[in-house]
């Protein structure tokens, strides 16, 4: 059956057992989704985590894409009447959908070509024959088939070679070998367009730039690819390009595949067509397909690294449930103010002008004094965009002024206010806002996301916070559902409070959406806080099914069952209550008690329907009830006189927040408007294969400057502590031709003065969008 297939073949590719993949599948088509399976259905699936499950979900949907093609190509073969039972055999056999295109090519319905119009002529016995006969002479078998329609036998000859190298091109084990081939001998060849080295200045790493295909990291795909769509590169592919033999070796495997030697009459006429048949059909061909491979393949690590950059940020350390002020900064439209309650009730407003034109900072001091006096403030939120340490070094004046009979100073951090605007022209502002002015909408948007950054940014379209390389170039589906995955996964790791979830958070939650999430906040709003997750049974439209896949991810503090603040599932609530009988304790005395609960054997609490693992996740709950997997708060301290990138130096040493984590290295913002770079050979001490290893967005780490580019706004940075930041990097590995055929030397940039070497790991990455 093809429900076994596919589950043996995902099986195989999750590391699992097939009847762990069947039974995930069951549970997703029966509309389960990824974190309430992966929670809560452990005795079903054998275990899988979420990323086991998602990579399943995802192979699942390409499988069934691929069997859906490969029923429809039957279907064409068979009304042709070309369906054989070797055929058919193989086309079952087909593992992607490029060999299923390949073995469908011959039999596809296509425009009249010039072979079916030589076939027309009278011409396909000829080519049968020459590929039969290799002793006889081509043009002297031609005279035979000279007609009205074929003039002589040079027109006859060109008939067969047609014939013949539409057969050749659409050999599909033949195309197959070829591609194995090219990607791996084939070369990616950058060059400049003429005349658009000043226009493409950023794309200068590429001007003239090669290295071997199946080497080419995502990044520099994707730059290349970005450099030929805006008419400044041209990109080639090339394979055996130095190969001085009169034979090129792919055309040596086309003739290999029909045997075509080089010393008969029609063999040396064969060899011309096998040259001929990759020069103009399949040498652009596997080109094409290369180039969309590259695509694909970059495509899906910018995806990956997107996603991973968008859940570490999700899942940042909130700084809680304290009153806090945002800060959106200005020069000439002024600073945005936006004071908000623990809760993230907003509560004033205000825009302050304490730069030019206007240069009213005593005003600016005394009004932003004013809201933190009478408003209790704990946290300053300081949007990192324009004017960002200008205005923190205002507000650091201004604490310094502030008597200390006032109580503790507020603690100031600079965040990210990437997606604040976006927001704050949204519906779902409006809707939150609708007498409050758009520039102030961000204002608040900065102060919550230092509160609980998930809460925040859940509101905002992902691909919209810029947390990824390249974002714009790729596939826009494929990004948007893995990064939709990213957030279900984070909000229902973290648990929401059901009580003051708002409608966007609510709407991540397992089971529910848009829809009912509206209808949550409408219960809530008409009739009062939740008592307990039972009562969502109550809710317009939330039925059964939908209370199984939320309810477990819903938190109640203070409700009338306990439980409702864990994350224990109200179907697994029997257990608990055994667990609890069992120690003969009150359950809120229990709770947090972890010596009592660490004292008990899971297995004593299996029955028919929860085995281990969910009773070991019960004890687990009941130990640490609710809690939450994020790190604790802490914040970057950036330096004082350090505010552009003309203030750097090389060698001084900083403190900065990893903003986004790329393949090849991190970004780190130090303060100064732009991210330095943190290449993957200067995250540590040691080998790193990928940054991930070492850093993750949110992270504060201290660096050492080693580059500055002011020209191209370029900053090398350092986290080796073995100081070596210098010097001369090793050659990059691009896989390039070895001597003596090894291609010109890639043209490096200029560099300014005072540059170190370091600039050539800077190469590996355009300047961010």
């Known amino acids: 059956?093809?429900?076994?297939?596919?589950?043996?073949?995902?099986?195989?590719?999750?590391?699992?057992?097939?009847?762990?993949?069947?039974?995930?599948?069951?549970?997703?088509?029966?509309?389960?989704?990824?974190?309430?399976?992966?929670?809560?259905?452990?005795e079903v699936t054998g275990g899988l985590d979420d990323t086991q499950l998602r990579l399943l979900a995802e192979r699942l949907a390409y499988l069934r894409e691929l069997d859906a093609r490969r029923d429809t190509i039957l279907g064409s073969i068979r009304e042709?009447?070309?369906?054989?039972?070797?055929?058919?055999?193989?086309?079952?056999?087909?593992a992607t959908k490029a060999e299923l295109e390949d073995i469908y090519l011959p039999y596809k319905p296509k425009r009249r070509t010039k072979a079916e119009i030589a076939r027309e002529r009278g011409l396909g016995p000829l080519a049968e024959a020459i590929l039969a006969d290799r002793a006889a002479v081509p043009a002297e078998l031609a005279l035979a088939y000279i007609s009205e329609e074929v003039a002589d036998a040079k027109g006859a000859l060109e008939g067969a070679r047609d014939i013949l190298s539409e057969q050749f091109a659409e050999n599909a084990?033949?195309?197959?070998?070829?591609?194995?081939?090219?990607?791996?001998?084939?070369?990616?060849?950058?060059?400049?367009?003429?005349g658009k080295q000043e226009a493409g200045a950023k794309f200068s790493d590429y001007f003239d730039h090669v290295e071997r295909w199946a080497n080419v990291p995502s990044h520099r795909a994707l730059a290349m690819l970005r450099g030929r769509n805006e008419e400044v590169l041209s990109l080639d592919i090339e394979v055996d390009a130095d190969d001085a033999s009169p034979v090129k070796p792919v055309e040596r495997m086309i003739a290999d595949a029909y045997a075509i030697g080089r010393q008969l009459p029609g063999d040396r006429w064969l060899m011309e067509v096998a040259g001929w048949t990759w020069r103009i059909k399949l040498s652009l061909h596997l080109t094409l397909d290369l180039m969309r491979d590259l695509r694909e393949r970059a495509e899906e690590e910018a995806i990956h690294?997107?996603?991973?950059?968008?859940?570490?940020?999700?899942?940042?350390?909130?700084?809680?449930?304290?009153p806090t002020m945002g800060l959106d900064p200005g020069i000439r439209t002024g600073v945005k103010a936006a004071v908000v309650d623990g809760t993230g009730k907003l509560l004033a407003t205000t825009t302050v002008y304490p730069f030019p034109p206007r240069n009213d900072v005593r005003g600016t001091q005394a009004e932003l004094a004013k809201l933190i006096r009478v408003h209790k403030v704990e946290l300053i939120s300081i949007g990192n965009g324009t004017g960002s340490r200008e205005t923190e070094r205002l507000v650091t004046d201004m604490l310094s002024d502030m008597p200390s009979d006032c109580g503790p100073k507020p603690l100031k951090v600079i965040v990210s206010e990437a997606g604040a605007s976006v927001y704050s022209a949204s519906a779902t502002a409006a809707a939150e806002f609708p007498g409050l002015d758009v520039s102030l909408r961000g204002a608040v948007s900065i102060a919550r996301r230092l509160q609980d950054p998930l809460a925040e940014l859940v509101k905002i379209e992902p691909k919209s916070i810029g947390v990824g390389q390249y974002q714009h170039d790729v596939d826009q589906y494929r990004l948007g559902r893995s990064l939709e995955a990213v957030v279900e996964d984070a909000v229902n790791a973290v648990g929401v409070d059901l009580n003051t979830a708002s409608a966007p958070l609510l709407a991540r939650v397992s089971g529910l959406g848009a829809s009912l999430a509206e209808a949550i906040i409408a219960h809530r709003d008409a009739t009062g806080p939740f008592a307990s997750r039972r009562d969502l049974l109550k809710v317009a439209r939330l039925g059964p099914?939908?209370?199984?896949?939320?309810?477990?991810f819903l938190r109640i503090a203070n409700g009338t069952e306990p439980l409702d603040a864990s994350a224990v599932h109200p179907e697994a609530y029997g257990v608990a209550k055994k667990i609890v009988a069992a120690?003969?304790?009150d359950l809120r005395s229990l709770m947090g008690d972890s010596a009592a609960l660490k004292a008990l054997d899971p297995r004593a609490f299996v029955d028919e329907r929860f085995g281990l693992p969910t009773v070991r996740d019960i004890l687990a709950e009941l130990e640490k009830p609710g809690r939450d997997p994020r790190p604790g708060f802490k914040t970057a301290t950036f330096a004082d006189g350090v505010d552009d990138i003309k203030d750097l130096k090389p060698g001084m040493l900083l403190e900065g927040t990893v903003t986004n984590v790329a393949a090849f290295g991190a970004f780190v913002d130090i303060g100064v408007h732009q991210d330095g770079l943190v290449h993957v050979s200067q995250l540590a001490d040691r080998f790193v294969k990928d940054a991930h290893e070492v850093v993750k967005a949110g992270d504060v780490v201290k660096v050492r400057v080693v580059d500055i580019d002011i020209k191209r706004k370029r900053i090398g940075l350092s986290m080796r502590r073995d100081g070596d930041g210098g010097g001369t990097p090793k050659p990059r590995d691009n896989g390039n031709r070895p001597a003596p055929r090894a291609p010109a030397p890639q043209r490096q940039p200029e560099r300014p003065a005072g540059q170190g070497a370091f600039g050539a790991a800077l190469a590996d990455a355009l300047k961010r969008k």
């Not at 042709?80 to 087909?94: N, V, Y």
């Not at 070998?177 to 990607?183: D, E, G, I, N, S």
């Open 1 to 42: 059956m093809a429900s076994e297939r596919i589950a043996a073949i995902i099986a195989a590719e999750i590391t699992a057992r097939p009847e762990q993949a069947a039974a995930a599948i069951g549970l997703l088509d029966e509309g389960a989704t990824v974190p309430f399976v992966a929670r809560y259905r452990k």
């Open 80 to 94: 042709q009447g070309k369906l054989t039972e070797e055929l058919e055999a193989k086309i079952a056999a087909a």
């Open 173 to 194: 084990d033949l195309v197959g070998r070829l591609r194995t081939y090219m990607k791996e001998r084939a070369f990616m060849r950058s060059r400049l367009v003429d």
């Open 305 to 322: 690294v997107f996603a991973r950059n968008l859940k570490d940020l999700l899942l940042a350390a909130p700084a809680g449930s304290r």
């Open 545 to 552: 099914r939908a209370f199984e896949q939320c309810a477990g």
């Open 583 to 585: 120690c003969g304790r």
